[in-house]
């Protein structure tokens, strides 16, 4: 019985990178130079509600933030210490997750709203928090760590 390992689709599209100042997020940088905020610790209790800043308290709701055109005209301009959500666990834990990196909020997950515990289960696909772009001609950007090893898929074959 043999063993192979091959690196998961997501890991062969994007580099997966650290963010330099939150320990909580990583970042899939895509080559055209999108990029996709995941969670990178996961809470082991269920995550019972997404807050995207709808009230006083958390701000504007990034969630209904309506983007269009090559120029993404009405995205939001986000600092390094921008709040992209709040999310909050089973066991009364609230967990804050900021952006990390200067860029242009694109999209902020939807689907968070209905099924919060993506965030925790499927962290890399359906649970994603936020896309972000940058500049013309901005590929990568401060903010970003180091590469994060890829997730491994392992095959047994007989």
Known sequence: MSTFSYAS????????????????????HHPSGVTVVVLRNIPESEVVEVNFGNTKKHGADRSTNQVSGKG?????????DSKLCTFKCKDGSEHVVRAGVRGTLV???DRL??????????????GYIAIITYGAGVRDTEGMGEELPQKRLFLKSN
């Open 72 to 80: 993404k005209k009405g995205a939001l301009v986000l600092q390094t």
């Open 9 to 28: 689709v997501v890991d062969r599209i994007y580099a997966r990178k650290s963010s330099e100042l939150y320990d909580n997020i990583a970042y899939l």
């Open 107 to 109: 999209e902020m997950n």
């Open 113 to 126: 709203k209905t099924h919060p515990d993506l965030i925790r289960t499927a962290p890399d696909n359906q």
